[in-house]
């Protein structure tokens, strides 16, 4: 079933002597299929063929783009048990797991493909001349997005499908009129081939030009360097560890032509609770939130990794019913051994404070590759005294500081790096009373929830999956929803232009129909 290969746009090649293979943590074993890390000629053949199918890609009219991704849908779900069986065996996740985040991935490609059939994402915008303007005469100019060129993404190592091979940055750059290069996650290479080749016969269906679309394959870190590095790329799109996201960033900024780097890093999704809400339903929503914590093993990117209360018997009782209800969740199997031994390392590390006591530890025997979820307190003086304590532990722990009053834990917010989401829990009355606590936290996260649990991101147009660094490298951009296609595109303005050659959406008479930016007025109306 599985071959090993690159897909070096349409065409199959294994030219490299570095083999590997991917892991089942379930089973504590090698996967069989054995995989072929790309050399650097194939990687640069990669780019070369992205390129050139780039130039004849982004003039490909809308309703061809939105065909070829409702296809790459069609050739995935034909594939969908094979896809679930393998995922299942890279990962260890169940397959129920599997089949919703199948699910999600191709809920993302059609709404991309709805997208371009409505075709106002564009941002067209018009200012028509003046010739009899005084002192000068008005230009014409008239403005629409472009796609940048060729993309990198990275594939993510906890979510195998939607945030890799045709998970949100493939569908967005495509959508937007870019070639992708993925760079496939060694952790589920398996499933990477997979996806690929569902996307491979969509290319030769729709007649797609060779090379809008390759996987490679890789088992270090130098294939990735190779990619970012390569002049003809344009942008890369990446999910996974702070200390790889910066260095991407970094190669990209040392490059002759620096290029972006749209990397989703690090995040602890802080959740504040204030004491009103805990006295009306103290134990229900601890086991909400050792849910949330335990959830997928706490491989989310979402996952609140610091809960704020202040110092009271209310909060005491909490973090009691907390590390109660935590430790009558059966641990669950992680992605990767690997995966495993960082998260005890970091986790060791961090109860290894002085100042941070351990509320509650998963002591009983699990299977190989499970892990063992935790809880540790500190206090707010403490918190805020030792930045380390903000390091993100990727799996089921959670820091709770406890602060002495509401000025300390204003504090404590304010010190908190940049975050994905930011939670508060409190009483209507309590965020009366504190809306500043609002305006300080929405200085430092993406998203603020109100009185639920970070994890479970909605995928539409009003979500916002970024944040201030570290959470991601530029804070004016979603990862998720159909927003995230302005990643993959720059705007350009065309002056006094002929109405015949200007672009479809720029036209005069509106051909496409789409909502447009009109002397100031939003309208569909023709000029």
Known sequence: MLHGKNYIGNSLSSKG???FKTFNPKLNQNNECDFTEATVDEVNKAANLAYNAFLEYKNVD???KSNFLNIIVE???LIEDDIVKVYCSETGLPEGRAKGELGRTVGQLRAFSDLLKKGDWVNASIDTADLHRIPLPKPDLRKMSIPLGPVV????????LAYSTAGGDTASALAAGCSVIVKSHPMHAGTGELVSSAIIEAVKITGMPDGIFSNINSSGIQTGIDLVNNHLVKAVGFTGSLNAGRSLLNLANKRDEPIPIFAEMSSVNPVIILPEILQND????????????TLGSGQFCTNPGIIIGLKSDIFTQFVNSLSSSILDISPSCMLHPN????????????????SVKVVADFKPSTKPNYSSQALALVGGLDFINNRDLQEEIFGPFSLIVECEDMQQLKSVVKQISGQLTGTILASNNEMSLNKDLIDILKERVGRIIFNGVPTGVEVNASMLHGG?????????FTAVGVKSIDRWVRPLSYQDFPNELLPDSLQDNNPKNILRLVNGIYTKNKI
């Open 153 to 160: 993404v990275f594939g993510a190592s906890n979510f195998p």
């Open 339 to 354: 995966i495993l031994k960082n998260f005890e390392k970091n986790k060791n590390k961090l109860i290894s404070s002085n």
């Open 75 to 77: 050739q995935l779900l």
């Open 17 to 19: 002597k570095v083999i």
């Open 62 to 64: 809308s309703e061809k």
């Open 468 to 476: 201030p660094y570290p959470a991601s490298t530029d804070s004016r």
């Open 282 to 293: 103290c134990d229900s929503i601890a086991a909400n939130y050792a849910k949330s914590i």
